[in-house]
């Protein structure tokens, strides 16, 4: 399973904020979506990831308070990437050593879209769940012993 197929099912809408927003703005709208995270995109390009990690370590750094703080100033600057190719397994060992769960998805310096840890892990349920229906299936369509001919022990 490669994260294309991630992308296949959940679709690649992706909102953005640019570094020189607000963060008070940013966080607006990650609660309005009711998401985790934001892309940073400035010129086209990603040139970073907000979370609710990085707001609320940037809040407890300010004393409780957002004030006027950017996006830029909080966001993660160098956020792990993987691409459309990449292998679930891969997937999973690189945000697990990392403790990220978000990853934006870049094929060619071009933003695809963005998986969770969330996605992942039920990419990883239905796989499994699909592959115990087929076990299923099987052994419940097992083939009797031929009664003419001896069982074989």
């Known amino acids: 399973m490669k994260v294309s197929d991630i992308l296949r099912v959940k679709g690649n809408s992706?909102?953005?904020?640019?570094?020189?927003?607000?963060?008070?703005?940013?966080?607006?709208?990650?609660?309005?979506?009711?998401?985790?995270?934001?892309?940073?995109?400035?010129?086209?390009?990603?040139?970073g990831m907000l979370t609710f990690r990085e707001?609320?370590?940037?809040?407890?750094?300010n004393g409780g308070q957002v004030g006027k703080t950017l996006v830029r100033k909080?966001?993660?600057?160098a956020p792990m990437t993987c691409t459309s190719e990449t292998a679930m397994d891969e997937v999973r060992r690189?945000?697990?050593?990392?403790?990220?769960?978000?990853?934006?998805?870049?094929?060619s310096n071009r933003l695809m879209g963005v998986i969770s840890f969330?996605?992942?892990?039920?990419?990883?349920?239905?796989?499994?769940n699909?592959?115990?229906?087929?076990?299923?299936?099987?052994i419940r369509d097992w083939p009797e012993p031929d009664e003419k001919s001896p069982a074989k022990a």
Do not use: C
């Open 14 to 47: 992706l909102i953005t904020v640019t570094p020189d927003e607000p963060l008070s703005l940013a966080i607006q709208i990650m609660s309005d979506k009711d998401i985790g995270s934001l892309v940073v995109m400035e010129h086209g390009d990603l040139v």
């Open 55 to 61: 707001v609320i370590q940037t809040i407890n750094n």
């Open 74 to 77: 909080a966001m993660d600057d």
């Open 94 to 107: 690189m945000m697990l050593n990392r403790h990220t769960r978000y990853m934006p998805v870049m094929d």
């Open 118 to 128: 969330y996605d992942v892990a039920k990419a990883v349920v239905d796989s499994q």
């Open 130 to 138: 699909f592959e115990n229906q087929m076990l299923k299936a099987y």
